[in-house]
Nanobody, 117 residues
Framework: QVQLVESGGGLVQPGGSLRLSCAASTSIFSFYSMRWYRQAPGKQRELLAW???????NYADSVKGRFTISTDNAKNTMYLQMSSLKPEDTAIYYC???????????WGQGTQVTVSS
């Protein structure tokens, strides 16, 4: 069983920055894929950023150039650095990992990000 604990959400003004963290209960080398999603009220969950095998970073067009996914292997933690935030970035943000063996997916509890003046 893998546990993911998210932190770092909050209220930020448009144009501001936030860094979300997702701490895993096991080594992140155990994961084939690590991802960040978000879900705004009344909308489907949206895949924002992902990396496979610790490389091959990918971003959705909606966040490309503004969001950066990264990891700290020593802390077993994944991050999402968000900058130039817009009101439409307001959502609950979730981290997600795919464990290599057994092949299984785990979700963080979600953290609220609100972008408002």
């Amino acid at each position: 069983q893998v546990q993911l604990v998210e932190s770092g959400g909050g209220l930020v003004q448009p144009g501001g920055s936030l860094r979300l963290s997702c701490a895993a209960s096991t080594s992140i080398f155990s994961f084939y894929s690590m991802r960040w999603y978000r879900q705004a009220p009344g909308k489907q969950r949206e895949l924002l950023a992902w990396m496979n095998d610790g490389r091959n970073l990918n971003y959705a067009d909606s966040v490309k150039g503004r969001f950066t996914i990264s990891t700290d292997n020593a802390k077993n933690t994944m991050y999402l650095q968000m900058s130039s935030l817009k009101p439409e970035d307001t959502a609950i943000y979730y981290c997600n990992v795919v464990l290599r063996v057994p092949l299984r997916t785990y979700w963080g509890q979600g953290t609220q990000v609100t972008v408002s003046s």
